[in-house]
């Protein structure tokens, strides 16, 4: 699948939502707890990045499976539901307004799926 500018120009708009939502829901209520969810969902993405490189490329068994590669995964899925949950818990202890949970939730997932779809979009295919 060939990106162009076209796509490059789509995740760029969909980030910059992300990121003025988050900073938004900061704002407005001049509480600025809800940018720690960028720090995560930003961070997210570089375990399954680390121990991708860190498996061996080179094994003869795709479906066998790899410990590490299993361990970027578990650390990638704690820090996007931490990504969610904290929003959620500080809204709970009323240290931020409702709006703003929904609103740092709502960028922050539209800030992680950016990554990804970076990610899936400008991926290098490997040659034998």
Not at 51 to 70: L, R, T
Not at 81 to 110: K, R
Request: glycine share 8%; aromatic share 12%; with cysteine.
């Amino acid at each position: 699948m060939a990106a162009g500018l076209k796509t490059i120009i789509a995740l760029s708009f969909v980030l910059a939502i992300g990121f003025l939502l988050v900073i938004l829901s900061s704002a407005l209520w001049h509480n600025y707890l809800p940018l720690v969810v960028v720090a995560t969902y930003v961070v997210a993405p570089l375990p399954n990045w680390i121990c991708g490189k860190c498996a061996n490329p080179d094994d003869f068994m795709e479906n066998a499976g790899s410990a590490i590669v299993d361990f970027g995964r578990f650390v990638t899925g704690f820090l996007v539901v931490m990504g969610i949950a904290l929003p959620a818990l500080l809204a709970h202890c009323a240290l931020i307004q409702y709006p703003a949970m929904a609103m740092s939730i709502v960028g922050g997932l539209l800030i992680y799926g950016t990554i990804i779809s970076f990610t899936m979009f400008f991926q290098e295919e490997q040659d034998f």
